[in-house]
């Protein structure tokens, strides 16, 4: 129980995009040499970036602080300098030339732990502001006006399928979130 009081968050700069490899070869070479009980995560903060390309939504985590990977350790004896060795590591941040990493404070390590949960928790969470059923009124597009009744809700398009009466003749449109409001 001792050891794990010893444990403090440190940052490990890396070649910049290089942080999930460096991740994994820090997680093979405690293993290898097994050292877990010095090292109990190595952490790549990211965020999740929904870019539009050619008409469709790629979602891709990106890393939040770039050239930096965290892990939470017990440096003693060789730990340092294994970390170190490994390929792509720069060294740990904060240290001076020769002298000891510096851990991170507390309310560093439980910001950046809190964004990380904070990013997962956005991109999941996003509530739906309409419900099937529902009359509503297109803002935006060419049937700007129209008044309609939500017949299906797709979460992940964020979209609509919505039943518009035009020329006495119901028809269905695929409308985003943003091109409709409550009536």
């Known amino acids: 129980m001792t050891e794990n009081n010893l444990k403090k968050w440190y940052v490990v700069r890396a070649v910049s995009g290089q942080e999930n490899k460096v991740k994994a070869y820090i997680d093979t070479e405690i293993a290898r040499l097994g ?6 995560q190595v952490l790549v903060p990211t965020e999740k970036v929904v870019t539009v390309k050619e008409g469709k939504k790629i979602a891709k985590d990106k890393v939040y602080f770039p050239g930096y990977v965290m ?4 440096l003693v004896g060789e730990i340092p300098h294994i ?6 590591v720069i060294g ?10 510096v851990p991170l404070r507390m309310a560093e390590v439980n910001r950046m732990l809190g964004k990380v949960d904070e990013l997962t928790v ?16 297109v803002i935006d597009g060419p049937f700007n006006g129209f008044n309609g009744t939500v017949e299906k809700i797709n979460e992940e398009k964020r979209k609509l399928e919505v039943m518009v009466k035009i020329f006495g003749r119901k028809t269905p449109l695929e409308l985003s979130f943003m091109q409709v409001e409550k009536v």
């Not at 050292?35 to 109990?40: A, C, I, L, W």
């Not at 956005?122 to 009124?137: A, W, Y």
Request: proline residues 5%; glycine residues 10%; without cysteine.
């Open 83 to 88: 970390i170190k060795s490994i390929t792509s």
């Open 71 to 74: 892990i939470e350790a017990n």
């Open 35 to 40: 050292m877990e009980d010095y090292v109990s």
């Open 92 to 101: 740990f941040l904060g240290e001076t030339k020769g002298g000891e990493p």
């Open 122 to 137: 956005n991109t999941d969470t996003r509530s739906i502001p309409f419900n099937v059923g529902e009359t509503i009124k």
